[in-house]
């Protein structure tokens, strides 16, 4: 992405020509008759839909058959969306391809790693790597950009749809070989190839190109560098699709934005999208959430990280669900103002457009039961009304389109190579969770009235934080080790966490002592790990308990200070939690996995010395959320209760977007309510 903040944002216009937010879904009207269409748009206005996303699962419908074309239909409803005032995220349609290509050509159906084809009869049964399904993919990229680039609905293009939601890894031929030229462009030489792979190990020495494979279903643990060499190839291969449709868009249609939904989510981790975020104009994001006591803090998490990943540039959170998906064992429905609470969570963070998996929900189909805008029951629904009253409210927000997310003083750094490696197999544990360590620290900051932002651990700037928490971060290549040194030497306060800076980019060992990459900056050195069995606890001397991990510290450096100590287990009386304080700033190491309850006792040491206070009333930490926008002119406070009970929020003011008003000298947030005020810069911190 370019410089200007939002120029290629895809921004609904209201009737004065400014901006507003998005609102809207994915739209499949090949599902409905066209008298439902006329409704459809009519309902659409009644909500105050302004975009939605077209023609995802429509190749069948569009391409009927390998030598005939059918746009009339949607020609009608583009034209339809048009002179209702809605605009178009117009899909490329690739995503599931119909049945007579996987007829015609079944070698483009994927292959799992035991060698079992995934048929058709559900979608995304292609091969990211098949060139028989580029090709055929690409051509009908063309035909539709050919045929709507000049329509005046389209406001964004939106390639394939969540790629690699169920095909990031196949181990066909077609992935084989394309893994293969993308070791020798990362290698050049089988030398350098062996090397990385540590090769010596097990006889597993290359002698040819030919003879590298996926990491197949194999007698025992398969080469480890392989297996992340083949997540980060699997990663790239879909990243080459977006880019194969994105050129012809582009040579097609240039003045038109693009952009595909990215999962960023704890059961997605295949896409590292931090490095897709450039390739698009502007990010989106898909999230729904999973039901469980941090359900709300990962909401949260996967927003913030969005923004991250965008630079925090505006985001488009493409798909989210107005009630119950289908997808999970058990499915509730979200209880009274979560709809909008949930969707206003993501505007906090960035978000400058709400959408919904799906406009009307499906009579038949895999996802009949999922949620949508309008429900079976109708329009004459109480989900209705809920619809309804969001695009009020967002309407009501339309003076923050195009503001910028102010930074928080504390930072968590998420990795995907981190996430890959630290949860592979032959560990000291197969019981590392790397998402959910750091949200752990979320929730912990969270429950003590503090914000974060959750940013990519390379090509951040770091400086801009007084506090950087780096949970396993476990692959740490010699210039983020640097970097971190720096950081610290410069005065910033770093935290880090057990099996963090244990292997360089190539998955070996950095040597001498753990954590080797930041053995120094720490001032300590850890000879053995001390993984705990499942159930097994131990105290700490600080009050908290630590589970799955403990190391054996010996502390090396003289301005080393113990936070903590081991009260009970194999480590008692060691150090546990350590904290080096250089002149100005400080690395901390936390041994054990301490939870949120753990993490909530020991945060206020960490963030004191940096000076990070909570900006909240006390009575509000851990129910309500706050996050803050802003413009030249104005800030715009978020407060969110996340809670179940009501919240008072005494000493805060300012011109009510949403919410309620001020009583007294302050706000009074009902169960799962929002307010946005809006400050003067000029009066505001
Ligand atoms: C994904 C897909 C949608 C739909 C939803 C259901 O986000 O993109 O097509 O399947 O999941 O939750
Ligand atoms: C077996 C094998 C060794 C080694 C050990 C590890 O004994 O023979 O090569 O893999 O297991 O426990």
């Not at 959408?355 to 038949?364: E, L």
Request: charged share 20%; proline share 7%; glycine share 8%.
């Amino acid at each position: 992405m370019s410089a200007p903040l939002t120029s290629r944002f895809p921004y609904a216009k209201g009737s004065d020509g400014s901006r507003r937010l998005g609102y809207g879904a994915d739209y499949n009207p090949e599902q409905w008759s066209r008298e439902v269409w006329a409704d459809d748009v009519r309902l659409m206005r009644e909500a105050g839909v302004n975009v939605v996303s077209l023609a995802i699962f429509s190749w069948a419908r569009i391409q009927p058959t390998a030598g005939t074309w059918d746009f009339g239909w949607l020609d009608e409803v583009m034209d339809l969306l048009h002179a209702g005032g809605i605009g178009v995220d117009l899909a490329t349609a690739t995503a599931s391809p119909p049945p007579w290509l996987t007829a015609a050509h079944p070698e483009i159906l994927p292959v799992t790693a035991s060698g079992q084809t995934l048929w058709p009869g559900a979608r995304q049964h292609w091969r990211p790597t098949s060139p028989v399904f580029r090709e055929h993919a690409l051509t009908l990229v063309r035909k539709i950009a050919s045929r709507y680039a000049d329509h005046p609905a389209l406001v964004a293009w939106h390639v394939n749809n969540e790629l690699g939601c169920h095909n990031v890894y196949d181990y066909s031929d077609d992935a084989a070989r394309a893994f293969r030229s993308w070791l020798r462009r990362r290698y050049t030489t089988l030398d350098a190839l062996n090397n990385a792979w540590g090769t010596a190990f097990w006889s597993q020495h290359y002698s040819d190109w030919e003879q590298l494979l996926p990491p197949r279903l194999a007698a025992s643990h398969p080469n480890p560098t392989q297996q992340l060499d083949f997540k980060r190839f699997s990663s790239n291969a879909l990243k080459d699709h977006l880019l194969a449709e994105r050129e012809i868009l582009r040579e097609l249609t240039p003045h038109t934005p693009i952009t595909t939904n990215f999962m960023v989510m704890p059961g997605t981790k295949g896409m590292d999208y931090t490095n897709w975020a450039d390739e698009v104009d502007f990010v989106a994001n898909d999230h729904y959430v999973t039901p469980g006591p941090q359900d709300r803090d990962e909401l949260s998490f996967s927003a913030n990280l969005t923004s991250g990943i965008a630079g925090h540039r505006p985001w488009f959170l493409m798909e989210h669900s107005t009630s119950a998906v289908n997808w999970q064992p058990v499915n509730p429905p979200k209880k009274p103002g979560e709809l909008a609470r949930d969707a206003l969570l993501h505007v906090a963070h960035g978000a400058d457009a709400v959408c919904f998996f799906q406009w009307r929900q499906s009579a038949a189909g895999a996802e009949k039961y999922h949620s949508a805008m309008v429900p079976h029951a109708g329009a004459d629904s109480e989900l209705f009304r809920s619809v309804t009253e969001l695009g009020r409210t967002l309407d009501a927000l339309a003076p923050i389109a195009g503001s910028e997310r102010e930074g928080a003083r504390v930072a968590i750094l998420f990795d995907w190579d981190s996430w890959w490696a630290s949860e592979q197999d032959s560990h000291p544990t197969s019981r590392l969770d790397y998402h959910r360590e750091a949200l752990d620290w979320y929730s912990a900051l969270h429950r003590l009235g503090h914000r974060a932002d959750v940013v990519p651990a390379h090509h951040s700037d770091l400086s801009a934080y007084d506090v950087v928490i780096a949970p396993v971060l476990h692959v740490v290549p010699p210039p983020l080790a640097k970097e971190l040194t720096r950081y610290v030497e410069g005065g910033g306060h770093l935290v880090t966490t057990y099996f963090s800076a244990i292997v360089d980019e190539n998955d070996h060992v950095w040597l001498g002592g753990y954590p080797g990459a930041l053995r120094d900056i720490l001032g300590i050195r850890i000879e053995e790990f001390g993984p705990l069995l499942d159930g097994d606890t131990v105290d700490l001397d600080n009050g908290t308990t630590g589970s799955l991990w403990t190391d054996r510290i010996t502390v090396t450096g003289t301005d080393v200070e113990v936070l903590a100590g081991y009260r009970t287990g194999t480590y008692a009386s060691r150090p546990a939690v350590t904290r080096r304080g250089t002149c100005r700033g400080s690395a901390t190491y936390v041994s054990t996995r301490l939870g949120v309850d753990g993490l909530s006792v020991l945060l206020p040491q960490l963030l004191a010395p940096a000076g990070v206070v909570s900006e909240l009333p006390h009575d509000a930490h851990g129910s309500v959320e706050h996050a803050v926008r802003r413009d030249a002119e104005h800030r715009y406070l978020f407060l969110i209760n996340r809670s179940d009970e009501q919240v008072a929020l005494p000493g805060l003011t300012g011109d009510v977007l949403v919410g309620p008003r001020p009583e007294g000298d302050g706000l009074v947030l009902a169960p799962r309510q929002a307010a946005v005020l809006r400050q003067s810069r000029q009066s505001a911190p």
